[in-house]
């Protein structure tokens, strides 16, 4: 099963509120790059469906992290398989149509400056990032409080807002803080940069 076919099931398993369908029409249609989209410009999956893949993976995290015991015996943290399935596959949907490829330049091992393919930035709607994907999600079905925090904050203190605010979003959304881990653990332990 290809990346595209593992978040359609996914997708259509758990995440079934009025609007899924919607997202997902807009998801797979032509005016989306959701499957073909990096996942960012020149770092984590910064390739073909390196989007799908970073969603996935975040996801996989995601249900990793929350099974823990700890977690839900100590903790008490517990959520349904669709606010799960949400926050993981459509944390990064404000990437959707942002990057183009293009070229940047290289010295390569002998010094002698080369062209290598790559990707920039032409964001048409900057709103921001946990916060754009929160209001792209929000045109096709509500999210709940946590859900809208938890993609809103999923940066964590890595993002430029108001760490005060990430404190207390941690702190109040206990999903926000989990997701602020299965990101960094699918950005950083699983995809990492392409030329390690």
């Known amino acids: 099963m290809n990346h595209k076919?593992?978040?359609l099931s996914i997708y259509q398993e758990h995440i079934t509120r009025e609007g899924a369908d919607k997202l997902l029409d807009y998801l797979t249609g032509p005016s989306s790059d959701f499957f073909t989209?990096?996942?960012?410009?020149?770092?984590?999956g910064s390739y073909p469906e390196g989007l799908v893949e970073h969603s996935l993976n975040v996801y996989e995290?995601?249900?990793a992290y929350l099974e823990r015991e700890r977690v839900r015996e100590l903790y008490s943290i517990r959520y349904s398989p669709e606010?799960?399935?949400?926050?993981?596959?459509?944390h990064d949907v404000c990437k959707v149509n942002i990057y183009?490829?293009?070229?940047?330049?290289v010295k390569d091992e002998n010094g002698v400056w080369k062209?290598?393919?790559s990707y920039d930035y032409d964001d048409r709607l900057p709103y921001g990032h946990g916060e754009k994907s929160?209001?792209?999600i929000g045109g096709f079905l509500r999210l709940s409080r946590e859900e809208a925090f938890a993609i809103r904050y999923h940066m964590g203190f890595s993002g430029?807002?108001?760490k005060r605010n990430i404190g207390e979003a941690f702190e109040r959304f206990p999903l926000a803080f989990a997701l602020n881990v299965a990101d960094m653990e699918a950005t950083y332990f699983l995809e990492g940069k392409i030329d390690k």
Do not use: T, W
């Open 115 to 117: 062209q290598v393919p």
């Open 160 to 162: 430029i807002e108001d």
């Open 134 to 136: 929160v209001y792209i």
């Open 61 to 63: 995290c995601l249900v």
């Open 83 to 90: 606010s799960i399935a949400i926050c993981g596959l459509l």
């Open 37 to 44: 989209a990096p996942a960012s410009m020149r770092y984590h």
């Open 100 to 105: 183009k490829p293009g070229f940047r330049n």
């Open 5 to 7: 076919e593992r978040f």
